[in-house]
């Protein structure tokens, strides 16, 4: 894994683990409402992530509101596999919903990505 895919992923993890009680985590959405998000929304709001052009936005139609994520011209978890280059599988594993069947808290997310690190981006046998 380079040095900067790597930065990234632990950058994920500060903002999970600075992530105020206030603010809410819920895996199975980018953000709600601005005060609930998964591991990517939190990180899209982080002016680190959005230095870098990772960014959480808000979606406006006529008929929704909602949020996503974006980086270069890619959204969504494309956007996510682009910035931490990851295939589809590993994104999978770090940060869909349906991956984490009984724990989905940040902490989990959090240990997760830190083992995915100390393996050198490579998923558990």
């Not at 601005?34 to 230095?51: E, I, K, N, S, V």
Request: glycine share 8%; proline share 3%.
């Amino acid at each position: 894994m380079e040095k900067k895919y790597k930065e990234r992923l632990q950058q994920v993890v500060r903002v999970l683990e600075e992530l105020p009680k206030k603010k809410r985590f819920n895996l199975a959405r980018f953000m709600t409402c601005g005060t609930t998000a998964c591991a990517l929304g939190w990180a899209g709001d982080d002016p680190w992530f959005r230095r870098r052009g990772f960014k959480t936005f808000v979606l406006q139609g006529w008929h929704f509101l909602g949020y996503n994520i974006s980086f270069a011209d890619e959204t969504g978890m494309d956007a996510a596999r682009s910035f931490f280059a990851l295939t589809t599988n590993e994104s999978h594993h770090l940060f869909i919903c349906g991956e984490y069947p009984r724990d989905r808290s940040k902490r989990a997310v959090s240990r997760r990505i830190t083992a995915f690190i100390k393996r050198g981006g490579r998923m558990p046998d």
